[in-house]
C-alpha cells in the first residue's frame, strides 16, 4: 500500500503492509490490477488539491481497474470475479482496496487492462469540457496541454462533433507529431499564433477551453 504523507517542504509516499479492507453496504472489495498516476494524485500527495486527505495514513490513488473479489450488503454477487474499473474514490494504490459498488464498470475483453485502468476519470473530464462550454458543429476550441490524456481524447470528441478544435502544446516537437502523425491543428506556445491565443484566452476564458464562435 502507498501511503502519502505531507510535510511543509516535501512530498514522501511509503509503502506499508496493511490488512485486507472489508467492504461495506453497497461497496465491492477490489484486487488491484492496474492504477493509473493522475496530475491529480499528485498535487494531492503535495497537498496543493482540493481534496486534502488526513495524514498521515491516507492511501493515495483515485481510479484503478481490479477483480471483484467479495462484496457487501445490498450488492449482486454475481460481480464476484468480474474484471471492473473504478474512479471517483480515495485509495487505489494497493493491493485491495473498496469502492461504491454502483460506480463499477465491467469491461469486456477487447478492452485491455491498459485502456481500462483510465477509461473513466480523464474522458469524463474531456466530456464535461464540452458539455459545460456547449460548443457546437462547426465552433472552434482551443485547449492548452492538448498533448495530455484529456486533450488526445477531445481530439477524438471534437470530430465526432464536428467541432473545429485548435491545440496549445509547449513544445514544437509535440506539435509536429501533432500534424504529422494524428492530422491535428497543433502549435507550441512560442509561436505567433499561440501567443495570439493566448490573447483571446484573457478576453473570452470559460473554464477549461476557449470558444471562438463559427468562423
Known sequence: TLFPYTTLFRSVLTTRETDKPA????EALLRMVLSPIHNHDLWTVRGNYGYKPELPGAIGGSEA???????GEGVDEALIGKRVTAAGFHGAWAEYFTAPAAGLLPLPEAISDEAGAQLIAMPFSALSLLETLKVGEGEWLIQTAANGAV?????GLAKARGIKLLNLVRREGAAENARHRRGERAFHRRCGLAKQGARVDRQRRRGFGHRLGRR
Open 23 to 26: 467492504p461495506a453496504a453497497g
Open 65 to 71: 481497474l481490479g477483480i471483484v473479489e467479495a462484496v
Open 151 to 155: 486533450g488526445k481524447i477531445m481530439v
